[in-house]
C-alpha cells in the first residue's frame, strides 16, 4: 500500500537539506506545484512564488538553451521516459548564470491526460567551469610550447637572412645598385629577430625540459647556418 502523498511530499522537505540539488514537481504550465527550497538560491525566486508564475520558467533558462529544453518536453512527452538535459539558467534577481542538469519524466492519469512533470535539478556550475579552466590551461600550454619551437626556428632562418646580406653588403660599395635593397633586407631582418625575441623572452623564466639530442645534427645544423 502506497503512503499518502502528502506524507512523501514531507518527507522530501526533510530530505531536502541534504541533498545539494531541487526536487520539482511541474504542472502542464510549468508553475510548480511542489519545489524544494534550493530553489530560490539558483533562481532567485522562492518557492510560493513559483506557484502561480508559469512564465518565470521561460524567464530563468537561458535564452541559448530554450529550444533544448523545449525539445525535451517534447521528448518527455512523445516517449515517456526519463529524459536528461544539461542547460544554463538565470538568476532572476541578479543574472547570474548556472549550469544545471536536469533529469525530468512526464506524469499522466489512468485516462492518458498529461498531469505535468517531475523531476530534480543538480548544479554542475563549479564541475564546468573547473573542466573549461583546465581545457583553457592545456590549450595555453601547449601554445606556449608550440610558439617557443617557432620562434626558435623561425629566429634561425632570420638569423641566415642577416648574414647573408651582411656579408653580401660588404662585397659592394655604396654606390651599387643592390645596396639599398640590401641594406633594407639587412635592417628588416634584424627587427624581426629582435620581435622573435620579445616572444622568447616571455617564456625565459620558466624552467626547460632536458632531453635527449643529436650532437651531430646539432653540429650539421650549425654549419648550415
Not at 537561458?62 to 512527452?77: K, M
Not at 543538480?122 to 617557443?148: C, F, H, N
Not at 655604396?174 to 628588416?188: C, P, T
Not at 625540459?209 to 639530442?213: P, V
Given at each position: 500500500?502506497?503512503p499518502?502523498?502528502?506524507?512523501?511530499?514531507?518527507?522530501?522537505?526533510?530530505?531536502?537539506?541534504?541533498?545539494?540539488?531541487?526536487?520539482?514537481?511541474?504542472?502542464?504550465?510549468?508553475?510548480?506545484?511542489?519545489?524544494?527550497?534550493?530553489?530560490?538560491?539558483?533562481?532567485?525566486?522562492?518557492?510560493?512564488?513559483?506557484?502561480?508564475?508559469?512564465s518565470?520558467?521561460?524567464?530563468?533558462?537561458?535564452?541559448?538553451?530554450?529550444?533544448?529544453?523545449?525539445?525535451?518536453?517534447?521528448?518527455?512527452?512523445?516517449?515517456?521516459?526519463?529524459?536528461?538535459?544539461?542547460?544554463?539558467?538565470?538568476?532572476?534577481?541578479n543574472?547570474?548564470?548556472?549550469?544545471?542538469?536536469?533529469?525530468?519524466?512526464?506524469?499522466?492519469?489512468?485516462?492518458?491526460?498529461?498531469?505535468?512533470?517531475?523531476?530534480?535539478?543538480?548544479?554542475?556550475?563549479?564541475?564546468?567551469?573547473?573542466?573549461?579552466?583546465?581545457?583553457?590551461?592545456?590549450?595555453?600550454?601547449?601554445?606556449?610550447?608550440?610558439?617557443?619551437?617557432?620562434?626558435?626556428?623561425?629566429?634561425?632562418?632570420?638569423?641566415?637572412?642577416?648574414?647573408?646580406?651582411?656579408?653580401?653588403?660588404?662585397?659592394?660599395?655604396?654606390?651599387?645598385?643592390?645596396?639599398?635593397?640590401?641594406?633594407?633586407?639587412?635592417?628588416?631582418?634584424?627587427?624581426?629577430?629582435?620581435?622573435?625575441?620579445?616572444?622568447?623572452?616571455?617564456?625565459?623564466?620558466?624552467?626547460g625540459?632536458?632531453?635527449?639530442?643529436d650532437?651531430?645534427?646539432?653540429?650539421?645544423?650549425?654549419?648550415?647556418?
Open positions: 500500500q502506497r499518502p502523498a502528502d506524507s512523501v511530499l514531507s518527507l522530501v522537505h526533510q530530505l531536502a537539506e541534504f541533498w545539494p540539488g531541487v526536487v520539482f514537481r511541474q504542472r502542464p504550465d510549468l508553475t510548480f506545484e511542489f519545489v524544494t527550497p534550493p530553489v530560490e538560491a539558483l533562481t532567485g525566486v522562492s518557492p510560493p512564488d513559483w506557484q502561480n508564475a508559469p518565470r520558467f521561460w524567464e530563468m533558462v537561458h535564452e541559448l538553451d530554450a529550444d533544448r529544453v523545449q525539445g525535451q518536453f517534447d521528448r518527455c512527452v512523445r516517449t515517456g521516459l526519463t529524459e536528461t538535459l544539461a542547460y544554463r539558467v538565470c538568476h532572476l534577481q543574472g547570474r548564470v548556472s549550469h544545471i542538469l536536469e533529469r525530468r519524466r512526464a506524469r499522466w492519469d489512468g485516462h492518458g491526460q498529461l498531469l505535468g512533470y517531475d523531476g530534480l535539478w543538480l548544479d554542475q556550475t563549479r564541475q564546468i567551469t573547473a573542466e573549461q579552466r583546465l581545457a583553457s590551461a592545456g590549450w595555453k600550454e601547449s601554445l606556449a610550447v608550440l610558439t617557443m619551437g617557432l620562434a626558435h626556428d623561425f629566429n634561425n632562418i632570420l638569423a641566415v637572412i642577416c648574414s647573408l646580406s651582411d656579408t653580401c653588403l660588404g662585397q659592394i660599395d655604396a654606390q651599387h645598385s643592390f645596396h639599398k635593397g640590401l641594406s633594407v633586407i639587412h635592417q628588416k631582418a634584424w627587427q624581426a629577430s629582435q620581435l622573435v625575441n620579445r616572444i622568447v623572452s616571455v617564456q625565459r623564466e620558466k624552467t625540459a632536458r632531453s635527449y639530442q650532437l651531430d645534427e646539432i653540429v650539421r645544423d650549425t654549419l648550415e647556418l
